[in-house]
Nanobody
């Protein structure tokens, strides 16, 4: 199993970014997938989850209405569209595979910094 995130960058408050997560080594379309973030000096925070077909999505209250999770099963890729970014969104963003007992595989993360 391999999960590789990309798309992180330095962006000004109010800006947008789209993160991607390329998945390989497993049947991507058979698994729910999630985004989790970890801000400097803090513990991991769940951000969003999407079901296998992409028709059901779930968000943390802190990002609801600003972030959109999606997936392309033909490309084995997970996305996170982030709009109206705030300084408190600064974090290392991970994608994770969701298994029965929890998130069993994680990528190495991509850094999002929101600052003027």
């Amino acid at each position: 199993v391999q999960l590789v995130e990309s798309g992180g960058a330095l962006v000004q408050p109010g800006g947008s970014l789209r993160l991607s997560c390329a998945a390989s080594g497993f049947t991507f379309s058979s698994y729910y997938m999630s985004w989790v973030r970890q801000a400097p000096g803090k513990g991991p925070e769940w951000v969003s989850t999407i079901n296998t077909g992409g028709g059901r999505t779930y968000y943390a209250n802190s990002v609801k209405g600003r972030f959109t999770i999606s997936r392309d099963n033909a490309k084995n890729t997970l996305y996170l569209q982030m709009n109206s970014l705030k300084p408190e969104d600064t974090a290392l963003y991970y994608c994770a595979r969701v298994a029965f007992a929890g998130m069993d595989y994680w990528g190495k993360g991509t850094l999002v910094s929101v600052s003027s």
